[in-house]
């Protein structure tokens, strides 16, 4: 290894014994502290360890180690954590300059004990620099270096069992270019979806059984394979039914052709398959979609409801304006008793049908000794008309004054529509709207609570435990069921980066509960069993659907498939059990992942 020199190198080289050495290869070792007496020790301790050969660097600042890992390679790091105000950033600047190093955090007994410290994460080991000695740097050392290799080792089995595994799904096929016959092993038929007993015997046969939007481009990459004599690498969709099915990988290889033989493609067919990212955007995409639909939905019916009540209230102002308008005020002070209408003498102009009213006569002195005299009291002069300060009213021919022959007209007959049969109808609507619950609505109407509590029950601002005592608030004053909430370690569930998941479940669970279990009474648990978290809801409904046999394909609960593909993701399980004589338990499994760990001890 070359020599690389630092600001303040202090490099040595310590032959071990024989007798103590296992191996007889060289560790180097990477030192990044400030302080010279805890360098001197750590040097010291080494040299006295049961170590082989190694060779350890010393670097006084992080720059100048970061400088030294870019042309250089070491085994591990000693890195003293009290030389740093961001333990984490400092960790985090060694991991993106060497990933596969292994990293032993050394901090001091008044460091370890503050409150404010934690545990920065990719450290694959710790020591105090006051229990240094030969003994244990040797066993921490080795234990590391001996974990590495076991991880180094488990990620190449990985990848030669996958490749043995990718290549036991392939399948082999080859063209004869100058006869255009194609052979596909059993794999190969497997891969394509074609029965053995009926071979493809050329080409043409294979680029049919591809999706018609594929076969072109296929057919295109094939000549221009033969053309070029060069290897031909595609991808293609079968063609199921007319639709797009599952995807193929078709790679090959060219080989010229002999004095005896022709030049063929050889080469291997695999199929493709999704990995979990794929069906998990596609699951989200596919929630996604029915948050938008049900929003629309939503949105649609709230349309409709405010433009009904706005029809009620239109319709119950103009009947209240069209009582007053027909019913004057009375005045004040009772009127002067009014003559009897004079009724004219019906002439031959009236009868030949003018039913064009009268002149008025003028005040004047009778005009005929024919008529009657006028009462005593219409003989003193009459006080003229009051003003009421209302306008006229429109005259309204009456049964004395219509022609003769026609039917006297009514009020009904002055309305085109009924207007309080017309209100009463509307409202019916509304509150019939109102009352009938929508079978995919969510359960809990929030709008109960009050406008200081007004939004829906959040983790990320009421933390769990408040989030879910408010989801229980809104679920019994809006049904009738009694919910009852226990939670074991309340301080670490806060802790918990999956919480959000956890009361997403929680939710989804409760809604079963609400809208299809028939139940009165629910209990929910939440509590730790060992490295997982148990929530657990129990109620006493009508049970199990017995059409549900299974929680993995359900179409008809789209809810708990969601959970349990969720949960499956992050390592955990959704199981439905039924209770006797009635009732159900759904019980979720969450592995443990806190954010702080001194949660642990809350």
Known sequence: MPQIQSQHPDQLSDPISPEASSSSETLFLLSICRDEDDAAALRADLKRSGLGEYKIQRCVNLDDALQLMQVCGFDLAFIRLDDFQNHQAAIELVRQHDPELAIVALTSHRLL?????????????????????PTLVSNLVSNILGQKRDRIERQRLKQELSFALEVGEMGTWSLDIETGRITLSKQAYQAI?????????????????????????????????????????????????????????????????????HPTLAGLIKREQASSEDIQSKIEAANEAIRKALALRDEAIATASKELESLAQNLKAQEQGAKQSAVP???????????????????????????SPPPEKEDGPPQSAKEKPLPASQDKPQSP??????????????????????????????????????????????????????????????????????TEPSP?????????????????????????????????????????????????????????????????????????W?????????????????????????????????????????????????????????????????????
């Open 385 to 454: 008309p009051r003003k009421t300060g209302l306008p006229p009213l429109a005259s309204v021919p009456s049964p004395e004054t219509s022609a003769p022959g026609a039917e006297p007209v009514t009020e009904d007959q002055t309305l085109g529509i009924d207007k309080s049969h017309a209100l009463q109808q509307v409202l019916r609507s509304i509150n019939k709207q109102k009352g009938e619950p929508i079978e995919d609505a969510f359960p809990f109407d929030f709008s109960t609570e009050t406008v200081s509590n007004y």
């Open 193 to 261: 979806e074609v029965e053995a007993s009926t071979p493809l015997p050329f080409l043409d046969d294979l680029l049919e059984i591809a999706y018609p939007p594929d076969q072109d481009r296929l057919k295109r990459l094939f000549d221009l394979s033969i053309e070029s004599q060069g290897d031909f690498d595609a991808k293609f969709r079968l063609s199921r039914n007319g639709e797009a099915g599952p995807s193929l990988h078709v790679s090959a290889i060219y080989r010229p052709g002999g004095p005896r033989t």
């Open 113 to 133: 004990n503050s409150r404010e410290f934690q545990m920065p994460s990719g450290v694959d080991g710790n020591c105090r620099l006051e229990d240094l000695s």
């Open 534 to 602: 148990v929530l657990q809801v129990e109620d006493d409904g009508v049970g199990l659907e017995n059409n549900l046999v299974s929680i993995s394909t359900p179409l008809n609960k789209i809810g708990l498939f969601r959970i349990r593909t969720k949960l499956a993701l992050k390592g955990g399980q959704l199981d439905l059990t039924p209770t006797f004589p009635k009732g159900l338990i759904a019980r979720a499994r969450l592995p443990v992942y806190l954010i702080n760990r001194g949660a642990e001890r809350a």
């Open 460 to 532: 990320q601002n009421d933390g769990f435990i408040g989030a879910a005592k408010r989801l229980i608030d809104i679920t019994q004053n809006g049904h009738d069921l009694a919910v009852t909430l226990s939670v074991d370690n309340d301080g670490a569930i806060e802790s918990e980066r999956e919480r959000d998941l956890l009361f997403e479940i929680l939710k989804e669970l409760l809604t079963n509960v609400v809208k299809h279990a028939r139940a009165t009474e629910c209990i929910i648990a939440l509590f730790r069993d060992e490295d997982d």
């Open 329 to 355: 005020a009375l005045p004040a002070e009772p009127l002067p008793a009014a003559a009897p209408p004079q009724i004219p003498p019906k002439t031959s102009e009236t009868t030949k049908g003018d039913s």
